[in-house]
């Protein structure tokens, strides 16, 4: 008889390992390399045979309960279509449409969902509620966004700087001569490299500027344990919550964390810059004063060349975006990988739900796996 396996839960990334977090990424460009070649047209080409790999069906005969209490675009987009690709079944469950809240407890709730799916996908407001949900839920509970912690949105950011690492190095070549020697080593290296293989990500320097809410959390208890530098901009009245600064501190990472309320002092030395919406989803009753205690933090060219951000920089967003957080230049520009973001939430929960919903497996050490095993 199988040992049972425990009921792994995703409240946030700083509840992962360094590796479990570099295992969920390198699984999220596997994911993403095996299954986009099924979703492109299939014209029938006789002369030419090419043999395409199913992704993990590790979600097949299983459902996924999307536990919604906030409305969604990519959240729910990317847990739907990920899902299915996996071979199982989402079971959408909004606010409207279940008894959470109204006349049942969370307690009742979790255990109810829990006996009749496989796992859940929780999209809540007070982080209370999903970490009850995880106490009494008997299987898996992934959180899809809380008013702390917002973890799938880090990862596919992750991935997306990842897959665009390219566009942070620089050749430190001091002539244009061709050094063919290094030229064919460079070509023999390349094929000796693993296809499938995560490219690589040296320290950058990420910079945040607006307000200090669950994006910005996760991303204080992840990048600096990744090597990157942080620095933060926020108006004063608008810092992270005890409960999550001292995650931040357990986790040694306040060392790696330049935190300041002068956006162009937060730019300095950019190779990315982040931003998050201003007036999140209850808020919008304050939205008149977080107008004028933002402005100034608006995202543009003028403010990352007059800061010092590098050259090259690039922009990224989780969306929805408002005009006033970034302007148009900028989020529609060259230097922007907002779309190329959004994109990867797919790709990213789906690597959750198959490592955490089904599989249940967190266990291996992801540099022992072959490709096929990832």
Same mark, same amino acid.
């Given at each position: 008889?199988?040992?049972?396996?425990?009921?792994?839960?995703?409240?946030?990334?700083?509840?992962?390992?360094?590796?479990?977090?570099?295992?969920?990424?390198?699984?999220? !460009?596997?994911?993403?390399?095996?299954?986009?070649?099924?979703?492109?047209?299939?014209?029938?080409?006789?002369?030419? $045979?090419?043999?395409? &790999?199913?992704?993990?069906?590790?979600?097949?005969?299983?459902?996924?309960?999307?536990?919604?209490? *906030?409305?969604?675009?990519?959240?729910?987009?990317? %847990?739907?279509?990920?899902?299915?690709?996996?071979?199982?079944?989402?079971?959408?469950?909004? $606010?409207?449409?279940?008894?959470?809240?109204?006349?049942?407890?969370?307690?009742?709730?979790?255990?109810?969902?829990?006996?009749?799916?496989?796992?859940?996908?929780?999209?809540?407001?007070?982080?209370?509620?999903?970490?009850? @949900?995880? *106490?009494?839920? /008997?299987?898996?509970?992934?959180?899809?966004?809380?008013?702390?912690?917002? /973890?799938?949105?880090?990862?596919?950011?992750?991935?997306?700087? !990842?897959?665009?690492?390219? @566009?942070?190095?620089? %050749?430190?070549?001091?002539?244009?001569? /061709?050094?063919?020697?290094?030229?064919?080593?460079?070509?023999?290296?390349?094929? &000796?490299? *693993?296809?499938?293989?995560?490219?690589?990500? +040296?320290? @950058?320097?990420?910079?945040?500027?607006?307000?200090?809410?669950?994006? @910005? !959390?996760?991303?204080?208890?992840?990048?600096?344990?990744? =090597?990157? %530098?942080?620095?933060?901009?926020?108006?004063?009245?608008?810092?992270?919550?005890?409960?999550?600064?001292? $995650?931040?501190?357990?986790?040694?990472?306040?060392? =790696?964390?330049?935190? +300041?309320?002068? /956006? #162009?002092?937060?730019?300095?030395?950019?190779?990315?810059?982040?931003?998050?919406?201003?007036?999140?989803?209850?808020?919008?009753?304050?939205?008149?004063?977080?107008?004028?205690?933002?402005?100034?933090?608006?995202?543009?060219?003028?403010?990352?060349?007059?800061? +010092?951000? #590098?050259?090259?920089?690039?922009?990224? !967003?989780?969306?929805? &975006?408002?005009?006033?957080?970034?302007?148009?230049?900028?989020?529609?520009?060259?230097?922007?990988?907002?779309?190329?973001?959004?994109?990867?939430?797919?790709?990213?929960?789906?690597?959750?739900?198959?490592?955490?919903?089904?599989? $249940?497996?967190?266990?291996?050490?992801?540099?022992?796996?072959?490709?096929?095993?990832?």
């Amino acid at each position: 008889m199988a040992a049972k396996l425990a009921t792994p839960h995703l409240m946030t990334l700083a509840d992962l390992s360094v590796p479990q977090i570099n295992r969920l990424l390198a699984h999220s !460009h596997y994911c993403k390399q095996i299954t986009k070649p099924w979703l492109e047209p299939q014209v029938y080409k006789p002369t030419k $045979r090419t043999q395409l &790999r199913m992704p993990s069906q590790s979600l097949f005969n299983k459902t996924v309960a999307l536990l919604f209490s *906030k409305r969604s675009t990519r959240t729910r987009l990317a %847990s739907e279509t990920s899902i299915s690709l996996l071979g199982g079944n989402a079971l959408f469950l909004g $606010r409207e449409d279940i008894q959470l809240g109204v006349n049942e407890t969370p307690r009742d709730t979790a255990r109810v969902i829990g006996g009749m799916t496989e796992g859940i996908f929780a999209r809540v407001g007070d982080h209370e509620e999903i970490e009850e @949900l995880a *106490k009494y839920s /008997p299987v898996p509970v992934i959180n899809a966004l809380s008013s702390l912690w917002h /973890p799938t949105q880090i990862l596919a950011d992750l991935l997306t700087l !990842h897959e665009h690492s390219h @566009l942070f190095t620089k %050749s430190d070549a001091k002539d244009d001569t /061709p050094d063919y020697k290094n030229m064919q080593t460079s070509i023999k290296s390349r094929k &000796r490299e *693993k296809p499938n293989s995560l490219p690589e990500l +040296g320290p @950058l320097t990420i910079s945040y500027v607006g307000d200090s809410a669950n994006v @910005l !959390h996760d991303m204080l208890v992840t990048y600096p344990r990744l =090597g990157h %530098s942080l620095r933060v901009a926020t108006p004063s009245k608008y810092r992270a919550p005890p409960e999550v600064w001292k $995650r931040v501190e357990e986790l040694g990472c306040d060392k =790696g964390i330049w935190w +300041g309320e002068d /956006p #162009k002092e937060a730019v300095k030395g950019a190779d990315v810059v982040i931003t998050d919406t201003w007036i999140s989803m209850g808020q919008e009753a304050e939205k008149a004063q977080r107008l004028r205690d933002f402005q100034g933090y608006q995202v543009t060219e003028a403010l990352c060349r007059e800061g +010092g951000a #590098k050259p090259d920089w690039k922009f990224m !967003h989780c969306l929805p &975006r408002k005009q006033d957080e970034v302007d148009d230049e900028v989020f529609y520009g060259p230097r922007s990988l907002v779309f190329p973001e959004a994109d990867n939430r797919k790709w990213t929960t789906m690597a959750v739900f198959d490592l955490f919903i089904g599989r $249940r497996d967190f266990s291996v050490d992801p540099s022992k796996l072959s490709t096929d095993q990832q």
